[in-house]
C-alpha cells in the first residue's frame, strides 16, 4: 500500500494538445518545488487530438502524473467528478487544463482551508486589491449575467461559482462528487449547492486569472444548455429536501 500523497490536481482536459503541456509542466515543476507527495490526474475527456498521448509522453518522465482517458466526450462535470473520484491527495484540486490560473495561487486556497474552510472556491468576480483578472470583456458581462441568473435560482453566498480553480479536503470531496448528476459546466453549480445543503464551510477567494487563447466555451453555444442543467440540479436538490409527503 502506497501512502496518501498530500496533494491531488485533477485536471480535465478536452482537446487540449496546444495548451495543457505548458501547464502540466508548471504544476510539475511547482509541486516537485514543495517536496510533499503529489498526484496530477488528467482525464482526457474523449480528446480528438493528441492530448492523450503528450499527457502520456509526460507521465513517462513524471510518476507522479497519471492519465485517465475516457473513450467518450461526456463533459467537464462527468470529468472532474471521475478524477475527484479517483484522487487519492488529502487536499485535492480541480484545475483547468489552460493554465488561465497560475499554479502558485494553489497557496490562497490552501491558507483559506487551513482558517477553517472545507473547500475553497477562487474567484474571478470578488474585488481584491492583491489580484489581477484579465478577461475579454464580453465573457466579463456574460459572467455577470450568468451569476444574476444563478443567483435568483437561489444560489447565494458564492458569486464567481465557474471558476476552473477550486480546493478540497479529501473527506469532502469524497462526499460531495460521487453525489453529482451534471455532466457538463453546469456542475458547479450542482456543487456549490450540495456543499451548502450539506453545510460545508465554502471560502470564495479571489485568485490572479488570465484569459487564455483557444477556449471551448461559446457564451451562445453553451449557456442555455449550462442554465438548463443548474435548473434540473436545483430542481433534483430541492426535491432531495422535500420528499413528497405520502397521502
Ligand atoms: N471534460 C471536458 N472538459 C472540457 C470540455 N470542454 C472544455 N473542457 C475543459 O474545461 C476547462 C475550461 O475550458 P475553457 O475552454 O478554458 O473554458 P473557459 O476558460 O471558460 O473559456 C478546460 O480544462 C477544458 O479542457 C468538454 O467538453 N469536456
Ligand atoms: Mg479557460
Request: hydrophobic share 50%.
Amino acid at each position: 500500500m502506497f501512502a496518501a500523497p498530500a496533494w491531488s490536481v485533477v485536471i480535465p482536459a478536452y482537446n487540449e494538445a496546444a495548451r495543457l503541456p505548458a501547464y502540466l509542466k508548471e504544476v510539475v515543476a511547482y509541486f516537485d518545488g514543495r517536496d510533499q507527495p503529489y498526484e496530477v490526474l488528467v482525464v482526457d475527456d474523449g480528446s480528438r487530438d493528441a492530448t492523450g498521448a503528450l499527457v502520456r509522453e509526460l507521465a513517462g518522465v513524471h510518476a507522479c502524473v497519471r492519465l485517465h482517458a475516457l473513450p467518450a466526450n461526456r463533459g467537464k462535470g462527468f470529468a472532474v467528478r471521475t478524477g475527484m473520484m479517483a484522487a487519492r491527495g488529502a487536499l485535492r484540486l480541480m484545475a483547468d487544463a489552460d493554465g488561465a490560473t497560475p499554479i502558485v495561487e494553489v497557496k490562497r486556497l490552501e491558507a483559506a482551508i487551513q482558517a477553517g474552510a472545507d473547500l475553497a472556491v477562487g474567484s474571478r468576480a470578488l474585488p481584491d486589491p492583491s489580484v489581477v483578472v484579465r478577461a475579454r470583456a464580453h465573457r466579463t458581462l456574460a459572467g455577470q449575467v450568468f451569476s444574476r441568473l444563478v443567483r435568483a435560482l437561489g444560489v447565494s453566498g458564492v458569486v464567481d461559482t465557474q471558476c476552473g480553480f477550486k480546493l478540497f479536503r479529501a473527506a469532502v470531496a469524497d462526499d460531495l462528487f460521487p453525489a453529482l448528476r451534471t455532466d457538463g459546466f453546469g456542475f458547479d453549480v450542482e456543487l456549490v449547492l450540495l456543499a451548502q445543503h450539506r453545510g460545508y464551510r465554502i471560502a470564495e477567494v479571489p485568485i490572479n486569472w488570465t484569459d487564455q487563447p483557444g477556449s471551448k466555451v461559446g457564451v451562445l453555444k453553451d449557456g442555455p444548455r449550462m442554465l438548463a442543467q443548474i435548473v434540473a440540479a436545483c430542481l433534483r436538490l430541492a426535491r432531495s429536501r422535500n420528499p413528497r409527503r405520502e397521502a
